[in-house]
């Protein structure tokens, strides 16, 4: 069986093509960028609308495949920016009433965790999801996600993206403020872990009021990394305890930073668990994730057009 998976919740649109073995045949992505605004959420969807069919069309011709081998049509539902949400709805059901298929929509965050589960071929993973908007820790225990960890404010992507503004760095920054933190040194930032939870807006800022006492960017950079990085391996590691989890999956855009995945092995490594990573092309947003998830959940109820604020722990 083959799927297709359209993703739209936020800067990415994005066509990817699945086999119900869980190998993406394809994954076609385009994905709005700004200078240095950050995310206008109608350009947003007016960029998905615009870059639509050749996204398709790109997908497609990678997969060397028709409309005639896709079974069904994957949708991300949520959550996400209700423009960019409505514009990939609305393409995905024009694509699903033009070619006569059916239309199922997923869970966004948890697509994430499936294409990572099946890619890593893992069996009960405790996994550390951290996007742009997401950060959180959660296990699946009796047939539902339970998020035992989150960000009380912000997701750390977005906290890097609002310092990379500060910076004028542009946006998406997390890649850049990795490469400026390389040769930085450590400044003291707020270290907030409440329980299981971690809040970032104060660490941002701090980092505001140290850049204009005229603290370097490279220092800055270095420590916002170092501290929220280090919040997240502490949190984690107390969830894996609690949870008796040997297996310890990243996934999300900031998992791309080397030195997050570097100081989440040696956590792994110091209690004899294994650290597992999602590739580059599988950890930010993009549709063969969606489709897998279309698969895992095809038989579920698929009536609901868009959910915004559809939580992990919902589906
Ligand atoms: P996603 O929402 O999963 O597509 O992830 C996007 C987020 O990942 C954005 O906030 C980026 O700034 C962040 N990101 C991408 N690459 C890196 C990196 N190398 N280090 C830290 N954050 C990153
Ligand atoms: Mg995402």
Not at 36 to 49: K, R, S
Not at 63 to 75: G, T
Not at 236 to 260: P, S
Not at 270 to 288: C, S
């Amino acid at each position: 069986m083959i799927i297709l998976g359209v993703e739209s919740t936020a800067h990415t649109f994005g066509v990817g093509i699945v086999t119900d073995k869980g190998e993406v045949l394809a994954n076609a992505v385009d994905s709005y960028t700004s200078k240095d605004v950050g995310m206008i959420p109608h350009e947003i969807a007016e960029h998905h609308n615009k870059v639509a069919e050749k996204v398709l069309k790109q997908a497609l011709k990678e997969a060397s495949v028709s409309w005639n081998d896709i079974k069904f049509i994957a949708y991300s539902a949520g959550p996400g920016l209700d423009p960019a949400l409505w514009a990939g709805y609305h393409l995905a059901r024009k694509w699903a009433e033009d070619n006569d298929k059916k239309l199922v929509g997923v869970n966004h965050c948890a697509a994430h965790l499936s294409i990572g589960k099946v890619w890593n071929k893992l069996d009960s993973p405790c996994y550390l999801y951290v996007s742009g908007v997401n950060t959180q820790i959660i296990v699946y225990e009796n047939g539902k996600y339970r998020v035992i960890g989150e960000t009380l404010d912000i997701g750390l992507g977005n906290m890097l993206d609002k310092f990379g503004r500060v910076l004028g760095l542009g946006f998406p920054a997390g890649a850049k403020i990795e490469e400026l933190a390389k040769s930085g040194k450590f400044v003291k930032l707020p270290y907030t872990v409440k329980g299981m939870d971690v809040s970032f807006s104060g660490i941002l800022t701090k980092v505001e009021q140290l850049l204009g006492k005229g603290v370097s960017e490279k220092d800055l950079c270095f420590s916002v990394q170092e501290t929220c990085f280090a919040m997240l391996t502490e949190v984690v590691e107390r969830a894996m305890a609690h949870t008796d989890k040997q297996e310890l999956l990243l996934v999300g855009g900031v998992g791309a930073n080397k030195r997050f995945c570097e100081m989440l092995n040696i956590m792994c490594q110091e209690r004899g668990a294994k650290f597992f990573k999602v590739p580059m092309d599988l950890a930010g947003d993009q549709g063969a994730m969606i489709a897998w998830e279309g698969f895992l959940r095809k038989d579920e109820s698929s009536d609901i057009e868009v959910k915004p604020h559809w939580r992990t722990d919902e589906v």
